[in-house]
């Protein structure tokens, strides 16, 4: 079964920056779209980017301008660079992947928390 594994949380202050890694736990994996949903407490989990093989990027309006999501090199690994965080940004930060024939792949998640 395979894994997602992300790093790259923490804490920083607002108007700082953190960058967001994920990649499969396994050799072998492909994926046709790639991602990041987060959800704060009380919340619902929300998208905030997705990334497709070919380079076709999505994002949250409340992120647009401020993220940057991209893929690496293999294909399989990628990342979410934060720049000029928010308080309101704090949640747990899940990686997410799609294989269009054996389903959707989540990520354990990461805690990103922004202090005012």
């Known amino acids: 079964q395979v894994q997602l594994v992300e790093s790259g949380g923490g804490l920083v202050q607002a108007g700082g920056s953190l960058r967001l890694s994920c990649a499969p736990s396994g050799s072998g994996f492909s994926s046709n779209v790639m991602g990041w949903y987060r959800q704060a407490p009380g919340k619902q989990r929300e998208l905030v980017a997705t990334?497709?093989?070919?380079?076709?990027?999505n994002y949250a309006d409340s992120v647009k301008g401020r993220f940057t999501i991209s893929r690496g090199d293999a294909k399989n690994t990628v990342y979410l660079q934060m720049n000029s965080l928010k308080p309101e940004d704090t949640a747990v930060f899940y990686c997410y992947a799609r294989n269009f024939y054996t389903g959707d792949y989540w990520g354990q998640g990461t805690q990103v928390t922004v202090s005012s």
């Open positions: 990334i497709t093989r070919s380079g076709s990027t």
